[in-house]
């Protein structure tokens, strides 16, 4: 008798959902799913209050209890962009969205390199389904606006209503939560809502507009909030509102307002560039505080985008600390340094040089992602900009209290911004890579080319430089170890 006799080849199962934006409890079922061999058109996925796949629903109505996986079934496998597009794709309201999910996972199965496959219909789908939910969030984050009350006993209370397309209340609880850590607030929807009081987040119940106050929203606090994700730096007035759809403006009576802030911007600017020279103040003294106070870091306009910062991860001890520019999209997606197509190339040279990344301590000279908008035929994408000498020598503040807490016996920067992150001045890679450069606290700066300038080379350009880039980390990884010896 096989483990899998207990699947019954012709049954349909039905998962049902404990809520809609419940991903976790949908990859675990995933999971079990394909270790026990059922195929996609064998599962429906319902939501609360039963709406799901339609087209997936077994004509049985019922469906079969899930079985249990095989104690010896081979593990899933899911790479890091599926996941990464999954994740968002799941809070979509489309009723289709996890058995489209499910079956490029099932796909993915039997072909590991199918996500990039860039003209697959299922691929495009859940891109499709992410690009939505992203814009949503985006949305989310720039139109949310907060009324005052006042409760009994005098205590202030902010309170805004939102209308979001899919699910994604929960999702960006941590976003205002990091915004508005200090005050008592409830954003209203009519998914759900959500209730800070300064110390618990609250879920409650749907909501409808009038539970929400009216009138003008709270103009101080407004004005804190829009600077955090107004950048002056950055203006186009055409590009602000397309992003402004008629749908938002009667949550926005402060419209008006536009002009003066546009009229405004040149001084903000100029005002964040001098905050960031100012700068005298004590720095965290623990990773996780650094990790902390660099999400709400303004001091640049970088800053000011709607992106997350990426905190430096890996072992507070690490000998040796990997130095990359700044986070890409998908680093600013995950919260994560170097888990896009970069640090996919990093790993593998890392690992042909035999230096163990998870022994490392990663991290960027620019903690934030800095991007311009491009419109296409394919819609809004991100696109990377470098940062400005400027921009790395305020972001130094950071990366200098990684090394002081870290303190690495060896620092590897990769690319011109990351040796400036170090040095503090502009040098050229070709002259200084492959040598020691000693530090002021003992340690020593190794410099090297960034893997994303090899993604952009091929043929023999691409072989050459993969050769040094090489030859730089085989040399890294024999000093460390005389260095770890010593
Ligand atoms: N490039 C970088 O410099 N850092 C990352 O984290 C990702 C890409």
Redesign the pocket.
Known sequence: MTALQHVRPHAYYTVQLPRSDDFAFWRERARALIQCDIPPDKVAWVEPGGSGDLFAQPSSGGGMRLPEPPADAPPVRASKRYLSLAKNAALHSDPARFSVLYRLLWRLQANPRLMEDKADPDVRRVEELDKNVRRDSHKMHAFVRFRQVEEEGGAEHYVAWFEPEHHILRANAGFFLRRFASMRWSILTPQGTLHWDGETMREGPPAQKSDAPQGDPVEDLWRTYYASIFNPARLKVGAMLSEMPRKYWKNLPEAALIPDLIAGAQQRESEMVAAGERDDGVRPESLEAIGEAIEGCRKCPIGCLDNRA?MGEGPSDAALMIV?????D??DQEG?????P??QLLDVHLERAGIDRGRAY?T??VKHFKFTIKASGRGKRRLHQSPTAKEIDTCRWWIEGERELVKPKLVLA??A??ARGMLGKTVSIAKIRGQAIPLEDGSELWVTA???YLLRLDGDARNRQAALFDADLAAVRERLAELEGQ
């Open positions: 990426v990359g520019e700044q986070p890409g998908h680093e994560r340094p170097f888990v896009g970069a640090g990663v960027n000279a990769m690319g911004s990351a960034h893997p994303s």
